[in-house]
Nanobody, 126 residues
């Protein structure tokens, strides 16, 4: 059974940094695109970042470009989201997701992903 478990969320001040981790078990995703999404109260789930198989160019949503980076450690079956210069508008529940297809293509819609973590809360105070 595939499980994705996020960690690293918390309460920080504007301008601070956080690193989220997503550990996968029950499957190997080294050749699968992985993504991070977020959802704020009353809003739709939003694409944050995605990374395909190792060596590919990652993709970022416009609100986080230049501030967030994504990386993966295939030996640990883990994906990371480094969030810098955090803003209050980054406040949301952050979800890790895995695409079941083996592909270099990073998709940006939630419907494209097959496995999801339970989410981790990130709150940025002003």
């Amino acid at each position: 059974q595939v499980q994705l478990v996020e960690s690293g969320g918390g309460l920080v001040q504007a301008g601070d940094s956080l690193r989220l981790s997503c550990a996968a078990s029950g499957g190997t995703f080294s050749r699968n695109p992985m993504g991070w999404f977020r959802q704020a109260p009353g809003k739709e789930r939003e694409f944050v970042a995605g990374i395909a198989r190792s060596g590919g160019t990652p993709l970022f949503g416009d609100p986080v470009k230049g501030r967030f980076t994504i990386s993966r450690d295939n030996a640990k079956n883990t994906v990371y989201l480094q969030m810098n210069s955090l803003k209050p508008e980054d406040t949301a529940v952050y979800y890790c997701a895995a695409d079941a297809r083996i592909s270099y293509i990073i998709r940006t819609t939630p419907q494209a992903y097959d496995y999801w973590g339970q989410g981790t809360q990130v709150t940025v105070s002003s």
